[in-house]
């Protein structure tokens, strides 16, 4: 019902949606295009509603939904006293990494930006910090990872969104797209281990499987944007296995 009045009724960015699928795989007819964006309003609106379940759904459920795969990569750099950093996409449903911390022996960081939206913002860092992941704003980040004194952590950042400045261009989906270099200039910074996550569908009694792939894990010798490009790649080979999974509403390509 939900994707009927999204997608038939309001056609919520509509034109966004199929502008992004179109430039970005341009061998597809354009009746393909309208396939992957019926396919993304489905899983647009299956989001939303699993992320409402999440909210109050008992940990043991959740931990049915969401299949946690390679943590001992996690464990294995933490357990060298090194500070880690998960890059991930707005790809399959993000927030499922919500539960994590179930899974490792050590605090997990959830870098985010607050919602201008103050009731939203509460709902949102409710969600996230329910099985412990702890909520650190983005300019309080690097501070935060060379001055803890605590355990070494590890902290998520969703980095595939637009940047607010000046960046990096790189190739992505066959276009130029400007990519935010955060994560790299603090891996670079703080020496820590990169890797991936990815969050992927599955089938069976689980809805979403997360893994993680190692970047990078000596940051002070590697080329400049070498994490950068390898994230941006990794997403890539994702969203093209199965495209319906990532944020195609996201206005991405604001400048050409």
Excluded at 119 to 136: A, C, I, K, P, T
Excluded at 194 to 211: F, L, N
Excluded at 221 to 244: A, G, N, W
Aim: charged content about 20%.
């Amino acid at each position: 019902m939900l994707y009927f009045i999204l997608y038939k009724i309001f056609r919520y960015r509509y034109g966004v949606v199929v502008q992004n699928l179109s430039r970005s795989f341009p061998e597809r007819s354009y009746g393909e295009i309208r396939q992957v964006a019926a396919g993304f309003y489905r899983h647009f609106c299956r989001i939303f509603i699993e992320m409402g379940l999440m909210l109050l759904m008992p940990e043991r459920r959740v931990k049915e939904k969401v299949v946690v795969r390679d943590t001992a990569l996690l464990e294995h750099y933490h357990a060298q006293q090194k500070n880690i950093i998960i890059m991930l996409g707005h790809y399959g449903n993000w927030e499922c990494l919500n539960i994590l911390p179930r899974y490792c022996s050590f605090p997990l960081y959830a870098v985010y930006k607050p919602l201008s939206n103050a009731f939203f913002d509460r709902v949102m860092q409710r969600l996230r910090s329910r099985f412990g992941l702890r909520l650190l704003p983005m300019h309080r980040t690097a501070r935060h990872m060379l001055t803890t004194r605590g355990p070494k952590g590890a902290y998520i950042f969703v980095a595939d969104q637009f940047p607010p400045q000046e960046a990096h261009t790189l190739s992505f989906l066959h276009q130029p797209t400007r990519v935010i270099t955060g994560a790299e200039r603090l891996a670079k910074t703080t020496g820590a281990a990169v890797v991936y996550a990815s969050v992927k569908k599955t089938e069976g009694p689980a809805d979403w499987e997360i893994s993680f792939r190692l970047i990078c894990d000596t940051p002070a010798v590697s080329p400049p944007y070498h994490i950068t490009r390898k994230f941006t790649e990794m997403l890539e080979q994702d969203i093209c296995e199965s495209p319906q999974y990532w944020l195609w509403t996201h206005r991405r390509w604001k400048q050409r």
